[in-house]
């Protein structure tokens, strides 16, 4: 009797130890990736288990009005990659991750449902253009634009090549350019910029016809609009 009950105190008290140690399979981590632009539909979320023995279920809901919803597609069995990828999501900030760990039982939970996952909804893109340019009336002036891989300039009237980054625009009027550019993420965004046109002045002496002496005085030459200057034999500066 007193090796009997050596033998089952040895047995129980291998088997609490082994129970004490189980490794059940549980979630590790959840990581969302945005989609690539906003409002696009290559969003992720990648989920990792730790511990896995076996086959696994998992499925993604959506939290809506307080209840989870399944999201179509995305509902997978008999899985043992680790870790797995949902793909193809769109923008939304309460996913919910569901696992069932096929063959698992107590005192491993066989079936795990995660908290809320924000899968965000990036900026939206938006190319650099530069400041206003101003030009005068039958002059010319360079646009610019940024931070993308391809552009496109409308309207195309009086541009010189309307898909470089920086076109050369000569309008005879004020124009407002837009441009649509795709970023390497193949992200489209628009931008405008304007050229503003000035026109050329009339210009009014403001001097009647004038017989002068080589030994006269120097006479003071006056025009509008003000801000120009003279030139020609014998003016210095804005006398004769």
């Keep these: 009797?007193?090796?009997?009950?050596?033998?089952i105190c040895t047995i129980l008290l291998f088997l609490g130890t082994s129970l004490s140690y189980a490794q059940c399979p549980e979630v590790a981590s959840i990581t969302p990736q945005p989609p690539s632009c906003r409002d696009g539909n290559d969003g992720t979320i990648t989920v990792s288990l730790s511990d896995l023995t076996g086959d696994y279920n998992i499925q993604l809901y959506q939290e809506i009005s307080g209840f989870p919803v399944p999201v179509c597609g995305q509902s997978f069995t008999n899985h043992t990659s680790n870790p797995f990828v949902f793909t193809g999501l769109v923008p939304y900030d309460k996913y919910i991750v569901f696992v069932s760990f096929v063959g698992v039982t107590s005192p491993?939970?066989?079936?795990?449902?995660?908290?809320?996952?924000?899968?965000?909804?990036?900026?939206?893109?938006?190319?650099?253009?530069?400041?206003?340019?101003?030009i005068c009336e039958g002059g010319s002036g360079n646009l610019s634009a940024s931070g993308a891989v391809s552009?496109?300039?409308?309207?195309?009237?009086?541009?010189?090549d309307p898909t470089s980054a920086t076109p050369t625009a000569s309008p005879p009027t004020t124009t407002t350019y837009t441009v649509t550019a795709v970023s390497a993420a193949g992200c489209v965004g628009t931008a405008t910029q304007t050229v503003t046109v000035t026109p050329v002045p009339t210009i009014t002496f403001n001097l009647s016809e004038?017989?002068?002496?080589?030994?006269?005085?120097?006479?003071?030459?006056?025009?509008?609009?003000s801000g120009g200057s003279f030139s020609g034999s014998g003016v210095s500066g804005s006398s004769f």
Excluded: H, R
């Design 151 to 160: 552009y496109t300039w409308s309207p195309t009237d009086f541009l010189d």
């Design 108 to 134: 491993c939970e066989p079936f795990i449902f995660s908290n809320s996952i924000d899968v965000i909804n990036p900026p939206a893109f938006m190319p650099t253009v530069g400041g206003e340019v101003t």
């Design 210 to 225: 004038t017989q002068l002496c080589e030994s006269a005085a120097p006479l003071a030459l006056n025009a509008s609009p």
């Design 1 to 7: 009797m007193k090796y009997k009950l050596y033998l």
